[in-house]
């Protein structure tokens, strides 16, 4: 198992632990809030991800043979769910990230307890990480 796929088994292990949904969309939001900050100079058109209703803004910087990622939104629920994103890819391997698919989002049922607008926004930060991690892979 790498990285990535224990990664995301350790979330969905722990998001056993709600018995409701509301619950876990308390926590997602309670996650969001504990992002690092994310500097001003970095929310520049080239980091935002399109297809987000809210604005998100993402980089990656790469330490070594890992991919560091970065992000923030407007949004609480956004930012929970970047924070959910970045536990399971950030700091991770390219090539783990590249080959690994989002199985946790299946496995939490986010699709369905998302708004449509908020999965479309899901599913365009997972591209971006997934495509960065493609790019990372062709330049080493």
């Known amino acids: ?27 997602i939001i309670d996650l969001g809030r504990q992002l690092p900050d994310f500097p001003e100079s970095d929310r520049t058109e080239d980091n935002k991800i399109k297809g987000c209703q809210s604005q998100v803004w993402f980089t990656v910087r790469k330490s070594g043979d890992r991919l560091q990622f970065r992000a923030i939104s407007d949004a609480a629920i956004v930012s929970g769910l970047i924070a959910l994103l970045l536990r399971v890819y950030s700091n991770r391997k390219p090539r783990e990230i590249a080959e690994t698919a989002a199985s946790f989002v299946a496995a939490l049922q986010l699709e369905q307890h998302l708004s449509p607008t908020r999965s479309n926004g899901l599913s365009a930060m997972l591209k971006a990480i997934h495509g960065l991690a493609k790019e990372a892979l062709v330049e080493a």
């Open 1 to 27: 198992m790498n990285e990535v796929e224990q990664a995301q088994q350790e979330l969905v292990e722990e998001f056993q632990f709600f018995d409701n949904w509301m619950d876990r969309y308390q926590y």
